[in-house]
């Protein structure tokens, strides 16, 4: 079957350290993968894409991977803030669809 | 400035009532979404549209029916509510040319809740 798999735990870490988040999938061939962040109660808010050819891409504080052979992106935080603090969605777009699949999130937490 | 805009934000309501959330965009974009997302789960699409005229049934069976009649508008209904219902409903659009090109921009969600 078609998944989206991201650490359903917390993501705890210390301000300034560099948060990394992790999504897995199977079955999926992605033209593209995204993430966006969502504070509760929210939408969520797009942040990054990367193509099925890139291997990174980077915006600010922000760095993404994507390796088509793993299947996973790895969505890095760098200097991290308390106001990074909310739950980050991975999501897929499967070559020649019009959907886009989200990941249930991980939820991170940044400390003071 | 918010250019995708959803009414209500929050509704309480009791079984078996009728109900339409809004959803309304300002960019122009054919392409139209709803979500359905419960606490701490990942979205699931139960409605899409590629333009006016436009409808289709997303991946997650709904009860809800939704109409395309102007650009801007996507709205979606639930004839009768139930308390299976219950849930934040999100609504996006997508710019782009291709089928699949581009970022979604999403509303700020309608927490229903069927009593």
């Known amino acids: 079957s078609q998944k989206i798999e991201q650490n359903s735990e917390a993501l705890n870490i210390q301000e300034g350290k560099t948060a990394t988040l992790t999504c897995n999938y199977t079955?999926?061939?992605?033209?593209?993968l995204q993430w966006y962040r969502q504070d509760p109660g929210r939408g969520p808010v797009f942040l990054l894409l990367i193509r099925e050819n890139e291997k990174e891409k980077r915006k600010e504080r922000l760095k993404v991977t994507f390796d088509t052979t793993l299947k996973q992106s790895l969505f890095h935080i760098t200097a991290s803030q308390p106001a990074d603090s909310a739950t980050y969605l991975c999501?897929?777009?499967?070559?020649?669809?019009?959907?886009?699949?989200f990941g249930a999130g991980t939820r991170l937490f940044v400390k003071a | 400035e918010a250019d995708i805009y959803q009414t209500p934000r929050y509704l309480v309501i009791g079984t078996g009532k009728k109900i339409t959330l809004e959803c309304s965009q300002t960019?122009?974009?054919?392409?139209m979404y709803w979500y359905q997302q419960d606490p701490g789960m990942e979205l699931h699409l139960i409605h899409y549209?590629?333009?006016?005229?436009?409808?289709e049934k997303g991946d997650l069976s709904s009860e809800s029916t939704v109409s395309r009649i102007r650009t801007e508008h996507f709205p979606l209904t639930l004839e009768s509510a139930r308390p299976s219902h219950t849930s934040q409903y999100l609504c996006?659009?997508?710019?782009?040319?291709?089928?699949?090109?581009?970022?979604?921009?999403f509303g700020e969600g309608s927490r229903l809740t069927v009593l």
């Open positions: 996006a659009t997508r710019g782009g040319a291709g089928l699949g090109s581009g970022e979604l921009f």
């Open positions: 999501a897929l777009v499967p070559n020649g669809g019009f959907k886009t699949i």
């Open positions: 960019m122009g974009h054919d392409k």
């Open positions: 079955n999926y061939s992605p033209a593209y």
């Open positions: 549209s590629y333009g006016v005229n436009s409808t």
